[in-house]
């Protein structure tokens, strides 16, 4: 049996951890068997998908929402707070893409568990 699970994430990428641990839980539901799973990033979590960040220590999120990528979750930015954030037309890390609310609520409706961060 399947699993749909939505993962959405809104703090900050850096100062607190609650976008890395969002990762962390992601990435290990990614690698389970029977498990479906997609992450919706809102407010300020939605600057963690821009390209060419280099933290000087602890931990990587580009590399992390990568990995994710890689293992086909699909990952959305949250339109309004991309906009307001004056991300919506700036390069993105590859593969990652603009979601709306709408697509959030579909996710949201069809999903067996919905995380929030």
Do not use: H
């Not at 992601?26 to 821009?50: H, I």
């Not at 999120?61 to 906009?83: F, H, N």
């Not at 890390?93 to 996710?107: H, M």
């Amino acid at each position: 049996m399947t699993q749909s699970i939505v993962v959405i994430a809104s703090g900050a990428p850096y100062g607190r951890e609650s976008l890395f641990n969002a990762l962390r839980l992601s990435l290990t539901l990614a690698e389970r068997e029977g498990v479906t799973l997609k992450l919706f990033l809102m407010s300020d979590a939605v600057t963690a998908a821009l390209p060419d960040q280099a933290p000087v220590e602890g931990y990587n999120l580009r590399q992390m929402l990568e990995i994710l990528l890689a293992q086909q979750v699909p990952v959305r930015l949250c339109k309004t707070c991309a906009e307001g954030r004056g991300l919506s037309r700036m390069p993105l890390i590859e593969g990652v893409q603009i979601g709306t609310l709408s697509e959030l609520a579909d996710w949201t409706l069809a999903a067996d568990k919905v995380l929030t961060f």
